[in-house]
């Protein structure tokens, strides 16, 4: 039986970061992996782990149909000369363009994963206009036998419903992000001079990224004695990246520590007291699952996604959706309240522990892919 699965990305970043516990997973249970992104940074560190990795042009941005039909060629190219049987995609445009390749190229199993829905179901004109013209390539794309979809929280399951992108007797699975690796993640005892609240993500508008700003304005009008470490760089093949020079007006001002993108996320855990996501939506955060299993609370606003990992008033705290005001409230209460973050960190941790795991997480995708868990292999 061929068990050639490929692992499908935008950026090559994103498998390095994400997608590694769910290939280790399959590679041990004798699957031959194959690692599909456009070259970026993060190729030899993957090649140098052993990883086979095949460049593939995409542009993450773009949306030139001549040039997306290219990129839906060059791919089925990579499927039929690797003789693929399982295609996994993660994020938009993998999954549209790669399972239209899967489809060209004959592979056997799809497995469509929604890491959140982003832009294309955000509300300006040009996403909704572009949300309805995919609608009937998603009714063909998504119904086709032997391909499953999969999201990260139930509310994006009734997005997908309501934008008419698949039917009722279409099946999708809620599987709980991507997971985050326990050790790697830990609580930490260190006490800090000042608290510090930290935002870890692309610098985009939908991250809440400029409602954080406003909030660090007020802590300091009130003189609250917080520092807001705003930790990422923004995306140029995303139409929500923040501009460069808005950027540097913030840094200019002192407001917020900005020291650009960090490799070493649990290291900047573990030099924060409270963790910060006042975005407008999300799949199931990353971010969070991190500083869940770092043990510290968090603040996020009340959207799908966040409510999905942050137990309000247990785990960390829920503010409204563009609303500094509320957030400035949440981050000064639990930065004069020691004892609160202990123990909302602490039942993060537990948490973190009982359903965010890499390795559970990662053995869904074994069950999808193969039919069979590690458990149960063993």
């Given at each position: ?343 909302m960190g602490a039942a993060a941790r537990e948490k973190a522990e009982a359903q965010f795991s890499d390795a559970a997480i990662a053995d869904v ?14």
């Open positions: 039986m061929n068990k050639t699965v490929v692992l499908v990305a935008a950026w090559d970043w994103v498998l390095f970061n994400f997608r590694m516990p769910i290939a280790r997973a399959l590679r041990s249970s004798g699957c031959e992996v194959i690692l599909v992104a456009p070259p970026g940074d993060y190729v030899e560190a993957l090649r140098s782990d052993g990883w086979d990795f095949e460049p593939w042009l995409v542009s993450r941005r773009g949306l030139n149909p001549l040039s997306q039909l290219a990129s839906v060629i060059r791919l089925a190219r990579i499927y039929r000369r690797r003789r693929v049987a399982t295609a996994l995609h993660f994020t938009m445009k993998p999954i549209y363009i790669g399972t239209l390749a899967a489809r060209l190229a004959g592979v056997e199993q799809v497995v469509n994963t929604f890491t959140g829905l982003g832009y294309l179901f955000g509300s300006s004109t040009t996403a909704r206009l572009l949300r309805t013209a995919l609608v009937p390539f998603a009714r063909v794309l998504f119904t086709r036998r032997r391909t499953r979809l999969v999201v990260q929280n139930p509310k994006d399951v009734e997005a997908i419903r309501s934008a008419g992108w698949i039917g009722p007797r279409v099946s999708v699975a809620v599987v709980s992000g991507s997971g985050v690796d326990l050790e790697r993640f830990s609580p930490h005892a260190d006490v800090h001079d000042t608290v510090v609240a930290v935002f870890a993500g692309r610098l985009l508008r939908s991250k809440g990224v400029a409602d954080l700003e406003a909030t660090a304005r007020l802590l300091r009008q009130q003189g609250e004695s917080v520092v807001v470490r705003i930790l990422g760089e923004p995306d140029p093949g995303n139409p929500e990246s923040l501009d460069e020079a808005t950027l540097q007006q913030w840094r200019s001002e002192g407001l917020v520590q900005m020291p650009g993108h960090v490799d070493d996320v649990a290291a900047a855990l573990a030099a924060a007291d409270i963790a910060v996501l006042p975005s407008e939506r999300e799949g199931l955060p990353r971010f969070l699952l991190e500083a869940a299993a770092a043990g510290l609370p968090s603040i996020a606003t009340d959207v799908p996604g966040n409510r999905d990992v942050i137990d309000h008033e247990v785990t960390g705290l829920l503010v409204p959706p563009h609303d500094p005001k509320a957030l400035y409230t949440a981050i000064t209460r639990l930065a004069s309240d020691p004892a609160l973050r202990r123990r995708y074994l069950g999808m892919v193969i039919g069979v868990t590690d458990s149960e292999a063993s």
